[in-house]
Structures are given as C-alpha cells and as structure tokens.
C-alpha cells in the first residue's frame, strides 16, 4: 500500500484531502499542530486508514525529530499546513506576532524546510510526488496579504526549480492554486460574502476543499505521471 503525508489535517484542504484519499488504497499519515480534538475525530471517521501526530512546523528541531520518528518512504506528500494573515503591510503586531516575518516563515520556510529534512532522510520515494498549496493571490494582488502572496509565490517558485532538481529521481513536484474557500479560515465573510464573492467567478459560487482535494489527488495518480513543474489555479476561473 502506498503512503501520504498531508501536513495541515486536522481542517479544510487538508482534511478534504484525507477524506478523498482514503477512498483509495492509501496508508494516510497527517499531521496537525493545534487541533487534537478535530484530529483525532477525523482519525477515528476514517477507520483506520489515518494516523495523525502533532507537530508545530515552524520548529525546525521538532520537524527533524518527526522525521526521524518515521520509518521507510512516503509515496506522496501534500504541504498544506500554513496561515492567513490579513493586516495592512506597515502592520508589525497583528495576534501578537509580526505577520510578516510569520507569515513566510510558516508559508514559505516551514514547507520547505520539511521537504528538504524528508529529503536527507530518504523519507521519499523514487517516483513520488510533492504537492504544495499555493494561492491564486500568488500571482493577483490584494491588500492587506502582501505576506501571504509572497509566501505562496516563494513556493510556486520553489515548485518549478524542484520539479527540475528532483525530476531525475522520477520524483515529480506541483503546486494548487486554491481561490477563496468556505472553510473557517474565511467563515466571518458569511454566506453573503460568500454569494458576493461568487458573483466575481465565471463558474458563479464560492470554492469548496473538496473542489481543490480532487485535483490533489489527480496530480498524486498515475494518470498524472508526466505533469510537473505546474502550478493550477483551482478558482472557478476567477484569475482567467
């Protein structure tokens, strides 16, 4: 049976994404940093097929002993796990933190970083896959997310230059470009700013995970062998 690692479980595209995939003969490891009680429900929803730890990411110490703890390959590993600051760029105090500074290190350098100790470790297998989660915000400008479209367009271009880097160990790399999702993360917009919002996309509603879950999955398979390097905007064609 092949392995997945899904970082950001215990939620939204992460969750989606270990619901979808458990449909399938995958061994499901996820990993979650605050959420225990919503972890562990989930865990128990899927009977067996999902093992779920607790680590905070943005330690880097606590990210090599994780990786340490695993034994073998996993086949697949989707970066998910990240935060949404909105604030203003000149804002250096927002939650208590510095959103800038936090924003690419939980986005940007956390992701990577665990890549790149799963990597040293032979924690991934020859012919595996990397998703990450980018954001249609990469690459459209909004205010008050400055950070965050940094971040995610640090790991777009991260995408690109792995995809050639690791393309020689048959070891293929994408990103998803998620537009805005009815999750928690964005339940204060309520439902009208959510038919607001869905006026502005060509497909005329807001996204769902589950719409960005099922295209994680196609670039994990089989069917998706050749695809790497690609970011894709999954956004109802909102960034068309």
């Known amino acids: 049976m092949k392995r997945v690692l899904i970082t950001g479980v215990s ?42 730890v607790a680590c905070d990411l943005g330690d880097e110490r606590a990210v090599d002993a994780l990786v340490d703890d695993w034994h073998g390959q996993f086949d697949a590993l989707v970066l998910n796990a990240g935060v949404a600051y909105r604030a203003p760029f000149v804002e250096d105090d927002v939650e208590g933190v510095d959103p800038l500074a936090a924003q690419l290190h939980l986005d940007l350098v956390a992701p990577l970083r665990l890549l790149r100790s799963l990597l ?18 990469a690459r459209r400008g909004l205010p008050g997310k400055v950070a965050y479209a940094a971040a995610k367009a640090g790991l777009e271009g991260a995408c690109r230059g792995l995809a050639r880097e690791l393309g020689p160990q048959g070891v293929r790399v994408n990103c998803v470009a998620p537009g805005l999702l009815a999750t928690d993360m964005t339940a204060d917009m309520g439902n009208a700013g959510y038919e ?40 109802g064609g909102w960034s068309a």
Do not use: C, K
Not at 120 to 137: D, E
Not at 205 to 213: N, Q
Not at 221 to 226: E, L, Q
């Open 196 to 235: 607001s919002y869905g006026e502005e996309v060509p497909l005329g509603r807001v996204g769902h995970p589950s719409d960005v879950a099922g295209v994680v999955r196609f670039l994990l398979s089989d069917d998706a062998r050749y695809v790497s390097g690609q970011v894709i905007d999954v956004d």
């Open 120 to 137: 040293r470790a032979r924690r991934v297998a020859a012919g595996g896959a990397v998703v990450f989660v980018s954001s249609n915000l």
């Open 11 to 52: 939620r939204g595209i992460g969750e989606a994404v270990a619901r979808t995939m458990s449909a399938e003969p995958w061994e499901i490891t996820g990993v979650y940093r605050r959420r225990h009680d919503e972890a562990q429900t989930l865990e128990a929803a899927l009977a067996g097929r999902l093992t779920t």
